[in-house]
């Protein structure tokens, strides 16, 4: 089982980056996902989630209306959105994949610095 992020980086504030998550050994369709991100000295925080088919999407409350997430099942990706970048939303970020009662997966995580 595999869960790969790439896309993070250094951007300016009020910049955009797009995150992806490349995920194999598992029924991706199968699994709702997630982006959760961890800042230095804090706990590891939900971003935004995304079912399994991509009907339903919900965010945290300081990511709504500037993070979109998204998947393509096809290519077993999901991604994240994000625009208006600020400071505080420099963390590592973390893909995470969930069948509630089954098993969890997580990335090993990318970096992005919101920084001038």
């Known amino acids: 089982v595999q869960l790969v992020e790439s896309g993070g980086g250094l951007v300016q504030p009020g910049g955009s980056l797009r995150l992806s998550c490349a995920a194999s050994g598992f029924t991706f369709s199968n699994y709702a996902m997630s982006w959760y991100r961890q800042a230095p000295g804090k706990e590891r925080e939900v971003v935004a989630t995304?079912?399994?088919?991509?009907?339903?999407?919900d965010y945290a409350d300081s990511m709504k209306g500037r993070f979109t997430i998204s998947r393509d099942n096809a290519k077993k990706m999901v991604y994240l959105q994000m625009n208006s970048l600020k400071s505080e939303d420099t963390a590592v970020y973390y893909c995470h994949a969930l069948r509630i009662g089954v098993r969890a997966y997580w990335g090993q995580g990318t970096q992005v610095t919101v920084s001038s």
């Open positions: 995304i079912t399994s088919a991509g009907a339903s999407t």
